[in-house]
């Protein structure tokens, strides 16, 4: 079967869409998992030194256990990344197994790029999360399962609380008031070298603030599903963090978001509060020395029901729909979602897994940081609504995007209302170029 190229701009900004669909399984030998031939696989994943070593151990695990598969590892850095994916899918030479982000499951696997996992019987999904399947489908199919689940939270560090004399908040009925205040005033401790918190503007941020107003980012069909008004008040929030002190000048904030965690103002302890995902409080707490509490987002209300709040994948487990060995592949994402060895090798640090049984056996063997992150997931569950609909294909730069007005706004180049008005513009424009 001949495979259909497609460039790397094309795959990357959406001019060709369809060319991919007709990728199937059926592509190249399905040998693998059931027999005795041996098989080799390319894994590609992100990750620092810690993960890389890590995800070693469980290849090597799975190796022990399945002796005629051969696992090639393909290890990269987050901005890097996707960039080599991308030029390595357009040449038709993508990995067997890939480490894939909710952002771009669509614009993969919308592109025919990845296997559809529901369709290979070599992988269990009947103990994994409901809501942590539908985040790795896109029209019909899985193209991903879920490495775990996180939350995006505030981080509070109690440190920069203390040396400021401000009592963390009760984060189960606190207001967006509440949350200005709170930061003002370790502000104004602060004289000039510490802040109350910094400024949350990537996707999850805006997300939330769009539940927290009955409305979302994406609709189910793929389009965007706010009303321009309501965007405006995000960035009209943030200003109003600037305007008031609560958070750093658009200087110090630009500087900051260049900056590695050990150099920023949350790891210099310089920073009361920020906007993390659960899975990195281990992290945090170990570059600030700090001992961090995780905070519910604040509502408008006070009602912690309406805060927005949802669970979200911290990464995926996905297939490449040219891979020459999907059964292998396939036996290889099972392992790892649902393997007991896999998951006391991988813990919690791509998530809390999906599959209870796994929570149960590692949950011994925690670290305290990620014991408890394990326990805030559980405590917040009632209150977690349904999770967003999945970015749709084209969607994959929208986060820089929004960080991009974000400076517009507080640097005074654009009004919110502006900002918001080009925003949606925008994102429409890329949205309606990638379904060309």
């Known amino acids: 079967m001949t495979i259909p190229k497609l460039s790397r701009r094309k795959f990357q900004f959406g001019a060709a869409a369809v060319a991919l669909s007709i990728l199937a399984t059926g592509c190249g030998s399905a040998s693998g998992s059931d027999s005795n031939e041996e098989v080799t696989l390319r894994f590609a994943w992100w990750g620092n ?22 696992i090639e590892s393909e290890p990269g850095e987050w901005g890097s990344y996707w960039d080599k994916l991308a030029t390595k899918t357009a040449a038709n030479d993508a990995p067997d197994v890939i480490q894939m982000d909710q952002k771009y499951i669509a614009e993969y696997g919308g592109r025919g790029a990845l296997l559809d996992l529901s369709k290979q019987g070599g992988i269990d999904t009947s103990k994994l999360d409901k809501e942590a399947l539908a985040s790795g489908q896109y029209d019909g199919a899985q193209y991903g399962l879920s490495t775990g689940q996180n939350a995006y939270v505030i981080m509070a560090n109690t440190k920069v609380f203390e040396a400021a004399g401000v ?28 802040y109350g918190a910094a400024y949350g503007s990537n996707e999850a941020d805006l997300i939330i603030w769009l539940r927290q107003h009955g409305e979302n980012l994406y609709s189910q069909d793929g389009q965007l599903d706010f009303d321009t008004a309501t965007a405006a008040s995000f960035w009209e929030r943030l200003k109003e963090q600037r305007d008031s002190k609560a958070s750093p000048p658009a200087t110090v904030a630009t500087e900051d978001s260049g900056a590695g965690l050990e150099e920023s103002l949350f790891g210099t302890n310089r920073v009361g509060m920020a906007w993390w995902w659960t899975n990195q409080l281990g992290s945090l707490e170990s570059t600030t020395g700090s001992s961090i509490k995780m905070l519910r987002a604040p509502s408008i209300d006070g009602s912690a029901a309406d805060n927005g709040m949802y669970y979200k994948p911290t990464m995926f487990w996905s297939a490449s729909s040219r891979s020459k060995n999907p059964e292998a592949a396939s036996t290889f994402i099972n392992y790892l979602a649902n393997s007991p060895e896999a998951g006391a090798i991988l813990m919690t640090d791509r998530g809390v897994p999906t599959n209870p049984d796994i929570v149960e056996t ?11 992150v394990v326990g805030f997931l559980k405590d917040i569950a009632p209150d977690i609504k349904d999770a967003p609909p999945v970015p749709p294909v084209g969607a994959g730069s929208v986060q820089n995007v929004i960080k991009r007005y974000t400076d517009e706004v507080l640097y005074d180049r654009l009004t919110p209302q502006a900002a918001a008005e080009a925003f949606k513009k925008e ?5 309606a170029s990638a379904r060309k």
């Open 427 to 431: 994102v429409e424009g890329m949205l």
């Open 167 to 194: 009592p963390v908040p009760d984060d189960s009925s606190w207001t967006w008031a509440e949350f200005m205040e709170t930061a003002s005033k370790i502000s104004a401790a602060g004289d000039g070298k510490d």
């Open 49 to 70: 030194e810690y993960l890389n070593a890590q995800t070693e151990k469980v290849i090597d695990a799975f190796e022990a256990e399945h002796p005629n598969i051969k």
């Open 362 to 372: 590692i949950t011994p063997s925690l670290k305290p940081a990620d014991t408890t």
